[in-house]
């Protein structure tokens, strides 16, 4: 069975910072590339970073250069260290993972096999 379960999320000041992480369980962890998603209330979901098979990082420009994600193959664990924290970081979280081949990035595809429930950040000003 596969599960995703998300941690970490809590309610911060502007410019404090916070650690996601996400337990990944019932598939091979390794074959997987691995997408932190956001949705604020009111406003669609989307992608923020993602960490290939191959351990290659892509991230949204928004969050570049204050979030950092990452992965343990053996821990089968994906994190998101966030910095620096906006207000406008405030939503729910999620991490998603999607088959790719071993040693890949997640390339520009986003269509993501399974999904957790997600954990709520709040950044207040």
């Known amino acids: 069975q596969v599960q995703l379960v998300e941690s970490g999320g809590d309610s911060v000041q502007a410019g404090e910072s916070l650690r996601l992480s996400c337990a990944a369980s019932?598939?091979?962890?390794?074959?997987?590339?691995m997408r932190w998603f956001r949705q604020a209330p009111g406003k669609e979901r989307e992608a923020v970073a993602g960490i290939g098979s191959d351990g290659s990082t892509s991230y949204a420009d928004s969050v570049k250069g204050r979030f950092t994600i990452s992965r343990d193959n053996v821990k089968k664990s994906l994190y998101l260290e966030m910095n620096s924290l906006k207000p406008e970081d405030t939503a729910m979280y999620y991490c998603?993972?999607?088959?790719?081949?071993?040693?890949?990035?997640?390339?520009?595809?986003?269509?993501?096999?399974?999904w957790g429930k997600g954990t709520l950040v709040t950044v207040s000003s």
């Open positions: 019932g598939f091979i962890y390794t074959r997987y590339c």
């Open positions: 998603a993972a999607r088959l790719v081949w071993y040693g890949s990035s997640c390339g520009d595809s986003y269509d993501m096999a399974y």
